[in-house]
């Protein structure tokens, strides 16, 4: 069977048999020369003002019981993730795996809402885009113990 899919993969959490970690995020389905606007919060809600901001070009961490970064919680932290990226017309399958709660917006339309405390989960939502730019957002909130995105 053909796969008629392209696959972007949004991944926070893979845990495999052999109990390794594999959770690559890239920012873009083409040559991956965009990146992510990352804001850490020390609550949950993603409210307030983030206590700390960066660029990344993957969504890669495994923090365990560490903070992602000084001078962010170890535990009861949100991360909001967010690039813009140029996408040929096609049909996209976004797969996303966590261990507490994850949403996922493109073009501010929400279409994955897990904001649940929960163990290692998989979803995968199938979107058509158009040919253009389409901003994606990935909102991840770690309630306690095992962070990893």
Request: glycine share 6%; hydrophobic share 35%; charged share 15%.
């Amino acid at each position: 069977m053909k796969k008629l899919f392209k696959i972007i993969t949004f991944t926070i959490l893979i845990y495999l048999a052999s109990f390794t970690h594999s959770n690559v995020v890239h920012a873009a389905p083409g040559d991956g020369t965009q990146e992510f606007a990352a804001a850490y919060f020390n609550n949950t809600s993603l409210s307030g003002t983030p206590v700390l901001s960066r660029t990344e070009s993957e969504i890669n961490h495994t923090w365990e019981l560490n903070s992602p970064g000084v001078p962010v919680n170890a535990d009861n932290f949100s991360t909001r993730w967010t690039t813009t990226a140029n996408f040929s017309a096609g049909t996209y399958q976004f797969t996303v795996t966590a261990d507490d709660g994850v949403r996922l917006f493109i073009d501010d339309v929400l279409v994955l809402d897990k904001w649940i405390d929960q163990p290692p989960t998989t979803y995968q939502v199938t979107k058509t885009l158009s040919e253009g730019n389409h901003t994606i957002r990935m909102e991840y909130y770690e309630r306690y113990v095992g962070a990893t995105a």
